[in-house]
């Protein structure tokens, strides 16, 4: 029974890889910003699968202090932690530089780089005072070179996570503690619909795309936990769009009309 620390789980696609850990037998610890969440998110999971299998703290990703005591209470509930997912993130509003507020720069940069940093260091620590284990770091828009007009911020933090991946492979090489990459592609969540106005010609196209190439969180999470479980070394990738699964999207995208937005709210 492995035991897994996902920050940012309460919700989106760390909720759903906490919800299908758990429904493969592992203990899982949830982790979000506030603790209201974080306690509903657990007491839900505990009715569905035991209340010795999940557990959670509120943990700002910013603080280290905060990602130590996650880890251990993770340990304190679970004896070791298995597999740690660096999954929190933030997005920012579509725009140019020039035009991004310079808090919204600060809090992206902080969150999805910095966070990322020490997630990293407080799983390095306790993973080689353990003996071994996984660090999962999770990609996104710019982690494969991709540029758009407007995203610049967050995809410059994304394109980081490139790099740490492979630095931190090289210090943990001969050791028991594996680095590895994991990859959702275009997911339907508040994170992805969050960055657009959705009543504007922008959005409009967008969606097309990711009709396309896009999934909802039900289809996708799951194969990345199948992914992470069968995974045993240091600087594999669980990815889900792959280059190919995406060119014979486009190629059936006439005849496979798809509505992954049908039903969903509007963002203001």
Known sequence: MKSVVITGSTRGIGRGLA????????????????????????????????????AGLACEITEGG???????????RFGRV??????????????????????????????????????????????QGQ??????????????????????????TKCAVNY????????VG?????????????VVTDLLMGDYDTSSAEWEKSKKIFNILGDTVATVTPYLVDGIL??????????????GKAMRRFMTAGFNKRDLFSGLPSQP
């Not at 299908?20 to 569905?48: K, T």
């Not at 020039?98 to 390095?124: F, M, P, Q, R, Y």
């Not at 740490?164 to 210090?171: D, H, P, R, V, Y």
């Open 82 to 127: 298995d597999i740690w997912i660096n999954n929190a993130g933030v997005s920012a509003p579509r725009k140019a530089l020039a035009e991004t507020d310079e808090t919204v720069i600060a809090k992206v940069v902080s969150i999805n780089l910095g966070g990322i940093l020490l997630g990293n260091a407080v799983a390095l620590r306790g993973m």
């Open 174 to 186: 001969g050791s028991g503690v594996q680095v590895c990459t994991l990859s959702p592609g275009i």
């Open 164 to 171: 740490i991946n492979k630095a931190l492979q090289k210090e």
């Open 131 to 156: 003996g071994g284990g996984q660090i999962w770091n999770m990609e996104g828009f710019g982690s494969g070179g991709q540029v758009q007009p407007g995203m610049c911020v967050y995809g410059a």
């Open 66 to 76: 905060q990602l130590q005591a996650l880890w251990d209470e993770a340990v304190s």
């Open 230 to 243: 069968r995974t045993n070394r240091s600087g594999a990738k669980v990815a889900w769009l792959t280059t």
């Open 19 to 54: 919800e299908n850990f758990l429904a493969r037998g592992c203990q899982v610890m949830i982790s979000g910003r506030e603790p209201g969440p974080v306690a509903a998110v657990v007491d839900e999971l505990a009715r569905q699968h035991g209340a010795g299998k999940v």
